[in-house]
Protein backbone atom coordinates (compact mmCIF):
# COMPACT_ATOMS: atom_id res chain seq x y z
CA UNK A 1 0.00 0.00 0.00
CA UNK A 2 1.19 3.65 -1.11
CA UNK A 3 2.57 5.68 1.99
CA UNK A 4 0.23 9.04 2.49
CA UNK A 5 1.64 12.04 0.58
CA UNK A 6 3.28 14.73 2.70
CA UNK A 7 1.06 17.17 4.41
CA UNK A 8 0.41 20.68 3.41
CA UNK A 9 2.63 21.93 6.41
CA UNK A 10 5.39 19.68 5.16
CA UNK A 11 5.38 20.86 1.90
CA UNK A 12 5.07 24.81 2.87
CA UNK A 13 8.10 24.14 4.82
CA UNK A 14 10.09 22.18 1.88
CA UNK A 15 8.90 24.79 -0.45
CA UNK A 16 10.54 27.83 1.53
CA UNK A 17 13.68 26.26 2.75
CA UNK A 18 14.42 26.58 -1.24
CA UNK A 19 14.28 30.85 -0.79
CA UNK A 20 15.41 31.53 2.66
CA UNK A 21 18.49 33.23 1.11
CA UNK A 22 15.57 35.84 0.21
CA UNK A 23 14.53 36.25 4.07
CA UNK A 24 15.95 39.88 4.33
CA UNK A 25 16.18 41.05 0.72
CA UNK A 26 13.65 43.84 -0.41
CA UNK A 27 12.87 42.43 -4.14
CA UNK A 28 11.73 38.49 -3.27
CA UNK A 29 10.40 36.28 -5.92
CA UNK A 30 6.30 35.42 -6.67
CA UNK A 31 7.03 32.29 -5.15
CA UNK A 32 7.37 33.50 -1.43
CA UNK A 33 3.78 35.32 -2.06
CA UNK A 34 0.69 33.81 -1.10
CA UNK A 35 -0.07 32.75 -4.33
CA UNK A 36 3.19 31.66 -5.44
CA UNK A 37 2.62 29.20 -2.06
CA UNK A 38 -0.51 28.36 -2.88
CA UNK A 39 0.79 27.19 -6.56
CA UNK A 40 3.84 25.40 -4.98
CA UNK A 41 1.85 23.55 -2.84
CA UNK A 42 -1.52 22.79 -4.43
CA UNK A 43 -3.75 24.49 -2.68
CA UNK A 44 -6.55 27.53 -2.84
CA UNK A 45 -4.52 31.06 -2.51
CA UNK A 46 -7.27 31.74 0.06
CA UNK A 47 -6.78 28.22 2.47
CA UNK A 48 -2.88 29.73 2.95
CA UNK A 49 -3.27 32.09 5.64
CA UNK A 50 -5.11 28.93 7.27
CA UNK A 51 -2.06 26.46 6.43
CA UNK A 52 0.87 28.97 7.17
CA UNK A 53 -1.13 29.98 10.98
CA UNK A 54 0.47 27.11 12.84
CA UNK A 55 3.65 27.80 11.54
CA UNK A 56 3.79 30.88 12.27
CA UNK A 57 2.73 30.55 16.14
CA UNK A 58 5.38 28.31 16.18
CA UNK A 59 7.41 31.37 15.42
CA UNK A 60 8.65 28.76 12.30
CA UNK A 61 7.87 31.82 9.93
CA UNK A 62 7.50 35.09 9.34
CA UNK A 63 5.30 37.51 7.24
CA UNK A 64 6.13 40.82 5.99
CA UNK A 65 5.29 43.27 3.38
CA UNK A 66 7.75 42.86 0.07
CA UNK A 67 8.35 44.07 -3.28
CA UNK A 68 7.42 40.86 -4.98
CA UNK A 69 8.74 40.18 -8.24
CA UNK A 70 6.40 40.76 -11.16
CA UNK A 71 3.80 42.19 -8.82
CA UNK A 72 3.49 45.93 -9.12
CA UNK A 73 2.17 46.85 -5.53
CA UNK A 74 3.93 45.59 -2.46
CA UNK A 75 2.44 42.19 -1.12
CA UNK A 76 2.68 39.69 1.87
CA UNK A 77 5.99 37.43 1.80
CA UNK A 78 6.71 34.35 4.35
CA UNK A 79 10.43 33.83 5.64
CA UNK A 80 11.17 30.82 7.45
CA UNK A 81 12.66 31.64 10.78
CA UNK A 82 16.15 30.66 12.09
CA UNK A 83 14.01 26.95 13.86
CA UNK A 84 11.84 27.21 10.80
CA UNK A 85 14.74 26.38 8.53
CA UNK A 86 16.16 24.03 10.96
CA UNK A 87 12.68 22.30 11.18
CA UNK A 88 12.10 22.53 7.31
CA UNK A 89 16.03 20.64 6.68
CA UNK A 90 14.95 18.38 9.15
CA UNK A 91 11.45 17.69 7.54
CA UNK A 92 13.66 17.07 4.09
CA UNK A 93 15.93 14.68 5.85
CA UNK A 94 13.00 12.69 6.99
CA UNK A 95 11.15 12.81 3.40
CA UNK A 96 14.58 12.03 1.64
CA UNK A 97 13.76 8.10 1.93
CA UNK A 98 9.86 8.56 1.19
CA UNK A 99 8.99 5.96 -2.16
CA UNK A 100 7.99 7.27 -4.96
CA UNK A 101 7.54 4.93 -8.15
CA UNK A 102 8.06 7.47 -11.48
CA UNK A 103 6.84 6.37 -15.32
CA UNK A 104 9.53 7.30 -17.32
CA UNK A 105 9.01 8.06 -21.15
CA UNK A 106 9.09 4.66 -22.49
CA UNK A 107 6.45 3.37 -20.40
CA UNK A 108 8.93 2.14 -17.72
CA UNK A 109 8.33 2.25 -14.33
CA UNK A 110 10.99 3.03 -11.93
CA UNK A 111 10.91 2.52 -7.78
CA UNK A 112 12.72 5.27 -5.99
CA UNK A 113 12.74 8.11 -3.36
CA UNK A 114 12.05 11.05 -2.93
CA UNK A 115 16.15 12.25 -2.69
CA UNK A 116 16.67 9.82 -5.28
CA UNK A 117 14.46 10.28 -8.02
CA UNK A 118 16.23 13.06 -9.42
CA UNK A 119 18.82 10.40 -10.63
CA UNK A 120 16.15 8.99 -13.22
CA UNK A 121 14.20 11.98 -14.07
CA UNK A 122 14.59 13.32 -17.30
CA UNK A 123 15.07 16.83 -16.26
CA UNK A 124 15.89 18.13 -12.40
CA UNK A 125 12.58 18.73 -10.05
CA UNK A 126 12.22 20.35 -6.55
CA UNK A 127 11.14 17.99 -3.64
CA UNK A 128 7.59 20.02 -3.36
CA UNK A 129 7.25 20.03 -7.08
CA UNK A 130 7.52 15.92 -7.27
CA UNK A 131 4.33 16.15 -4.63
CA UNK A 132 2.48 18.08 -6.32
CA UNK A 133 2.52 16.11 -9.48
CA UNK A 134 2.42 12.43 -7.48
CA UNK A 135 -1.17 11.08 -7.57
CA UNK A 136 -2.63 9.68 -4.73
CA UNK A 137 -0.57 6.04 -5.42
CA UNK A 138 2.80 8.36 -5.00
CA UNK A 139 3.11 7.91 -8.82
CA UNK A 140 4.98 10.44 -10.64
CA UNK A 141 4.49 9.89 -14.52
CA UNK A 142 7.09 12.23 -15.89
CA UNK A 143 5.34 11.87 -19.72
CA UNK A 144 3.45 14.76 -19.10
CA UNK A 145 5.92 17.02 -17.49
CA UNK A 146 8.20 19.09 -18.25
CA UNK A 147 10.32 21.85 -16.97
CA UNK A 148 8.42 24.63 -19.14
CA UNK A 149 4.78 23.25 -17.89
CA UNK A 150 6.15 22.99 -13.83
CA UNK A 151 7.74 26.73 -14.39
CA UNK A 152 4.34 28.25 -15.54
CA UNK A 153 2.29 26.88 -13.02
CA UNK A 154 4.66 28.05 -10.46
CA UNK A 155 4.24 31.89 -12.14
CA UNK A 156 0.21 31.63 -12.09
CA UNK A 157 -0.86 35.16 -10.99
CA UNK A 158 -4.36 34.05 -11.69
CA UNK A 159 -6.00 31.00 -9.30
CA UNK A 160 -7.00 27.85 -11.39
CA UNK A 161 -6.33 24.46 -9.22
CA UNK A 162 -6.78 21.87 -12.04
CA UNK A 163 -8.77 18.96 -10.48
CA UNK A 164 -8.25 15.58 -11.86
CA UNK A 165 -10.67 12.51 -10.65
CA UNK A 166 -9.20 9.37 -13.00
CA UNK A 167 -10.93 6.63 -10.72
CA UNK A 168 -9.39 3.13 -11.89
CA UNK A 169 -8.52 4.89 -15.31
CA UNK A 170 -5.94 1.77 -16.34
CA UNK A 171 -2.35 3.06 -16.16
CA UNK A 172 -0.69 2.61 -19.54
CA UNK A 173 3.39 1.19 -19.68
CA UNK A 174 3.44 0.33 -23.32
CA UNK A 175 1.56 1.88 -26.45
CA UNK A 176 2.23 2.25 -29.99
CA UNK A 177 0.48 3.12 -33.46
CA UNK A 178 -2.68 4.54 -33.55
CA UNK A 179 -0.96 7.84 -33.46
CA UNK A 180 -2.79 9.12 -36.56
CA UNK A 181 -6.12 8.57 -34.82
CA UNK A 182 -4.61 10.00 -31.22
CA UNK A 183 -3.85 13.36 -32.89
CA UNK A 184 -7.47 13.79 -34.86
CA UNK A 185 -9.58 13.06 -31.12
CA UNK A 186 -6.44 15.67 -29.60
CA UNK A 187 -7.20 18.10 -32.31
CA UNK A 188 -11.16 17.70 -31.88
CA UNK A 189 -11.09 18.48 -28.08
CA UNK A 190 -8.43 21.19 -28.22
CA UNK A 191 -10.97 22.79 -30.78
CA UNK A 192 -13.91 22.44 -27.92
CA UNK A 193 -15.36 19.23 -28.94
CA UNK A 194 -17.80 18.13 -26.47
CA UNK A 195 -18.61 14.44 -27.43
CA UNK A 196 -16.56 11.68 -28.90
CA UNK A 197 -18.20 8.71 -29.70
CA UNK A 198 -15.32 4.96 -30.31
CA UNK A 199 -17.58 2.68 -31.11
CA UNK A 200 -16.15 -1.34 -30.83
CA UNK A 201 -16.39 -4.44 -29.58
CA UNK A 202 -15.05 -5.37 -26.46
CA UNK A 203 -11.17 -5.75 -26.32
CA UNK A 204 -9.89 -3.90 -29.01
CA UNK A 205 -8.78 -1.11 -27.10
CA UNK A 206 -10.80 1.69 -26.50
CA UNK A 207 -10.49 2.19 -23.22
CA UNK A 208 -6.24 2.16 -23.88
CA UNK A 209 -7.37 4.84 -26.24
CA UNK A 210 -9.12 6.88 -23.62
CA UNK A 211 -6.14 6.55 -20.98
CA UNK A 212 -3.42 7.63 -23.81
CA UNK A 213 -5.49 10.91 -24.95
CA UNK A 214 -6.35 11.44 -21.07
CA UNK A 215 -2.51 11.17 -20.65
CA UNK A 216 -2.25 14.34 -23.27
CA UNK A 217 -4.65 16.92 -21.29
CA UNK A 218 -2.92 16.12 -18.01
CA UNK A 219 -1.66 19.08 -15.79
CA UNK A 220 -3.57 20.94 -18.83
CA UNK A 221 -7.57 20.68 -18.05
CA UNK A 222 -9.88 19.37 -15.10
CA UNK A 223 -10.08 15.83 -15.92
CA UNK A 224 -12.25 13.21 -14.92
CA UNK A 225 -12.63 9.48 -15.68
CA UNK A 226 -15.76 7.15 -14.98
CA UNK A 227 -16.34 3.64 -16.18
CA UNK A 228 -19.83 3.02 -16.52
CA UNK A 229 -20.55 -0.85 -15.47
CA UNK A 230 -24.25 -2.96 -16.80
CA UNK A 231 -24.77 -3.55 -12.85
CA UNK A 232 -24.94 0.23 -11.95
CA UNK A 233 -27.67 3.21 -12.56
CA UNK A 234 -26.90 6.39 -13.48
CA UNK A 235 -26.71 7.96 -10.46
CA UNK A 236 -23.69 6.46 -9.69
CA UNK A 237 -22.39 8.15 -12.69
CA UNK A 238 -24.10 11.82 -11.56
CA UNK A 239 -22.58 11.47 -8.10
CA UNK A 240 -19.24 11.25 -9.97
CA UNK A 241 -19.51 14.23 -11.83
CA UNK A 242 -21.10 15.84 -8.95
CA UNK A 243 -18.49 15.76 -7.22
CA UNK A 244 -15.51 16.23 -9.79
CA UNK A 245 -17.37 19.79 -9.94
CA UNK A 246 -17.58 20.58 -6.50
CA UNK A 247 -14.32 20.12 -6.19
CA UNK A 248 -13.58 22.66 -9.16
CA UNK A 249 -15.79 25.11 -6.96
CA UNK A 250 -19.14 24.30 -8.51
CA UNK A 251 -21.11 22.34 -5.94
CA UNK A 252 -24.67 23.03 -7.79
CA UNK A 253 -24.90 20.00 -9.23
CA UNK A 254 -23.87 17.80 -5.72
CA UNK A 255 -26.46 19.18 -3.94
CA UNK A 256 -29.34 18.70 -6.32
CA UNK A 257 -28.15 14.93 -6.67
CA UNK A 258 -27.99 14.84 -2.44
CA UNK A 259 -31.05 16.09 -2.16
CA UNK A 260 -33.38 14.07 -4.76
CA UNK A 261 -34.19 10.83 -3.86
CA UNK A 262 -33.76 7.97 -6.12
CA UNK A 263 -36.82 6.93 -8.19
CA UNK A 264 -38.35 4.35 -7.24
CA UNK A 265 -39.69 1.48 -10.40
Not at 48 to 75: F, M, Y
Not at 187 to 195: D, F, G, I, P, S
Request: hydrophobic share 40%.
Amino acid sequence: MASAKPGVQERILLHLLDYSDYKNSVEVPFSLSQMGIANAVAIARSNVPRAIAGLKDQGLLIERQAHVKGVSRKRKAYFLTDSGKNLAEDTWNNLRSFPVRCILNDGKIESSTLGEINTVLPFTMRSVDIIRYMDDNCILDSRSLSADLIERDLSKHVEKQLVTALGDLPRLRHFYGREKELDNMFNLLEARATTLLVPGIAGIGKTTMASKLIERFMHRRNLMYHRCQDWEGSRAFFESVGEWLANIGDSTFADYIATTPVPKP
